[in-house]
């Protein structure tokens, strides 16, 4: 059971590059998130998806567009690079999204560096 | 003004003191209140939720709640080295799932 896991570990793009941070889970959890995480910022929530065919907006999603290809996965995808967007971005699920019982789990994140 | 305030530290303290981490908040609607923990490079673990005032003990750690003061801390006692990583605490409001956390507090305890 390998939880969550994330695609690439680490990244580097020039300004302008495209790319798609992959995430899957197998927990047969039907919410997924993404985050970005800076320093001083905390986490914060770029997009998530209730259930398998839906996706909504978090608090910074300008930039970014997201596929909730299946159940089991949830990617993430930057059209065009800036260096705005150099963060550690996590993945993360939770069986459904209702209520703080149900626990938020985590990926180990990628570090994507745009230069 | 932050909907959640939390001091990022760092904190560093010897191995068996008591530890301290506090959050504000402004949003009444927050409902659910948690602390995670952040090992370095790896991502957040729920460590603990409550969501009502007052106090929640899970062995060496206690969560308290004031919702009129709009104020959350988590206690470590007897602090580990294997306690060091950042603790971020998060708050859930109406809108389910989706979570606002703070920007963590960096803690070391050193032998």
């Known amino acids: 059971n390998a939880g969550v896991t994330q695609t690439p570990k680490f990244q580097v793009l020039k300004t302008g590059q495209s790319m798609t941070l992959q995430c899957a889970q197998d927990?047969?959890?039907?919410?997924m998130y993404w985050y970005r995480q800076d320093p001083g910022m905390g986490l914060r929530l770029i997009y998530y998806s209730a259930s398998e065919g839906t996706t909504d907006k978090g608090e910074v999603p300008n930039g970014y567009n997201v596929s909730r290809l299946n159940k089991r996965e949830f990617s993430l995808r930057l059209e065009s690079a800036a260096p705005s967007q150099t963060s550690v971005y996590f993945c993360?699920?939770?069986?459904?999204?209702?209520?703080?019982?149900?626990?938020?789990?985590f990926g180990p994140g990628t570090r994507l560096l745009v230069l | 003004q932050k909907e959640v305030e939390q001091d990022p530290g760092p904190l560093s303290v010897p191995e068996g003191a008591i530890v301290s981490l506090n959050c504000t908040y402004s949003?009444?609607?927050?409902?659910?209140f948690m602390w995670y923990r952040q090992y370095s490079r790896k991502g957040p673990e729920l460590l603990m939720y409550?969501?009502?005032?007052g106090n929640k003990e899970d062995g060496r750690f206690t969560a308290q709640v004031d919702k009129s003061s709009k104020y959350i801390s988590l206690f470590i006692r007897d602090s580990q080295p294997s306690d060091s990583a950042t603790y971020l605490c998060a708050y859930e409001g109406t809108s389910y799932g989706k979570l606002t956390f703070g920007q963590g507090t960096i803690l070391t305890v050193h032998p």
């Open positions: 927990m047969n959890h039907n919410s």
């Open positions: 993360a699920s939770s069986l459904i999204s209702g209520g703080a019982q149900e626990t938020q789990y």
């Open positions: 949003n009444s609607a927050f409902q659910y």
């Open positions: 409550t969501y009502s005032s």
